[in-house]
């Protein structure tokens, strides 16, 4: 079995913080090039931990991005591979409902999805805001290693950095060939 995390530079708060900022910005440069009928989507991966991005953690986001993309219209794509974790952008020629659907489909039952973070931006109030589970009637995710919503335990550090990792680790080892080629 492959250590997802032995490998890759430590990220502390302030870079995940600032990669946010810049995350936040590129949305907006984006969401002004949007056509009436496409939808803007921004995917990242939730790694917790210091180790944020590396051969194999490109590996998972690439597969699960190609997996998450089938059967959708893609007019752009932009991609970062940046320390603190792959990202994409990405607008499709679908709806944001039909987009969102399909994205919480993907992040509930894609065996590599549980990891994803997938948003689908709107303009409301004149700001982007991701859509809600809420506003499809449908429940917050659940934590990984337990039934709570992931929201509290990741506020709570209800289970350690080491406890997620060792369960990602095992969830990438058994449902993707790792290999650093």
Not at 90 to 104: D, F, G, R, Y
Not at 115 to 128: A, E, K, M, Q, R
Not at 131 to 153: M, T
Request: proline residues 3%; hydrophobic residues 35%.
């Amino acid at each position: 079995m492959i250590d997802v995390f032995s490998e890759g530079v430590s990220q502390d708060i302030a870079q995940v913080l600032q990669n946010r900022d810049n995350r936040v910005n590129e949305q907006r440069i984006l969401f002004r090039k949007l056509d009436e009928n496409q939808s803007l989507i921004s995917a990242k991966l939730n790694i917790p931990g210091p180790i944020k991005n590396n051969l194999y953690l490109i590996q998972v986001f690439q597969s699960g991005l190609e997996q998450f993309t089938q059967g959708l219209e893609v007019d752009y794509q932009l991609i970062w591979n940046i320390a603190t974790g792959p990202e994409a952008f990405l607008i499709l020629n679908e709806s944001n409902i039909a987009v969102k659907k399909h994205s919480m489909e993907f992040e509930d039952n894609n065996k590599l999805g549980r990891l994803f973070d997938i948003d689908v931006l709107t303009n409301s109030d004149g700001s982007l805001h991701p859509l809600s589970r809420k506003d499809f009637h449908q429940a917050e995710r659940k934590c990984l290693l337990c039934n709570q919503p992931a929201k509290i335990c990741a506020r709570s550090r209800t289970h350690s950095v080491g406890e997620m990792q060792n369960y990602i680790n095992k969830l990438i080892n058994k449902n993707l060939e790792l290999s650093w080629n």
